[in-house]
């Protein structure tokens, strides 16, 4: 058996009480965080409060050469994800590996950012378009820094069609955690480039530490990009299309949003 169990958002204590009884019944417990993390507690922390050891995975091991699957074919194996289980390509692959090998696979989910900048924004959740995110400026074989233009593009379609866009912030090896204010900048210098209005004068929301004590949440033009001071990590944007007035509301008395967003959002007086 191969149970995949989302751990959350923040730390250790985030986990379901059907996922930590989970864990604590495991023959074996397996942890990646390199697609996402808990902020609030490290493999130590975990592995004290399951009272048992957690052997952490990297991307090798997870993607190319899954070795550890063979003990799910006779032993109780748990994989642990922060945030929701399934939420990457990743883990959909190794359960369906897994199914080729004959394992029996269970899930237990997570609380998810997505949900959670849901409720932190005050943004709704079916007024969202595509996706996407946002990865470091890298230096390709000709030695010219390339930043992609994808998630400006993608931000484009969904504005096209009225719909809000949640960006992903790159987690690297060597950069660290991509910040809001990073992110902007790199979007910023695609709009120079490309000069098609996407982001100018765009109120966005920056989101930080969601599901811990302090988390942040600002909302700003993207010009101001600067002012997106957060703190620490784990950081999320949000890029909104068309606003309803409750949703414009909710980011200039819980996000700080300026007013003049209420104006730009009073006609649409119903909800789609």
Known sequence: MLTFIGLGLHDEKDISLKGLETVRAAD???LEFYTSCLM???????????????????????????FWLE????????FLTGGDTMAST??????????DM???TR??????????VFGLSGLQNYRFGKSVSIPFPYVSSRGNRVVT???????KFNQQNGLHTLVFLDIHKDHGFMTVTEALRLLLEVENKKNEGVMKNRIVVGIARAGS??????ADFAENADRFDLGGPLHILVVPGELHFIEAEALVKLAGAPAVLLGNAEKKSELP
């Open 149 to 155: 233009e994808t998630p400006y593009n993608t931000i």
């Open 213 to 218: 004590p302090d988390s942040c949440v600002k």
């Open 107 to 116: 899930l237990i989910h997570g609380s998810s950012i997505t949900s959670a």
């Open 28 to 30: 074996i417990v397996y």
């Open 90 to 99: 990743t883990h959909v692959d190794l359960r369906i590996r897994a199914a």
């Open 71 to 78: 003990n799910a074919v006779r032993q109780n194996v748990v």
């Open 102 to 104: 004959g394992i029996e």
């Open 40 to 66: 609030g507690a490290g493999l130590e922390k975990l592995e004290a409060f399951y009272g048992k050891p957690v052997t952490l995975l990297n991307r090798e091991d997870v993607e190319q050469n899954p």
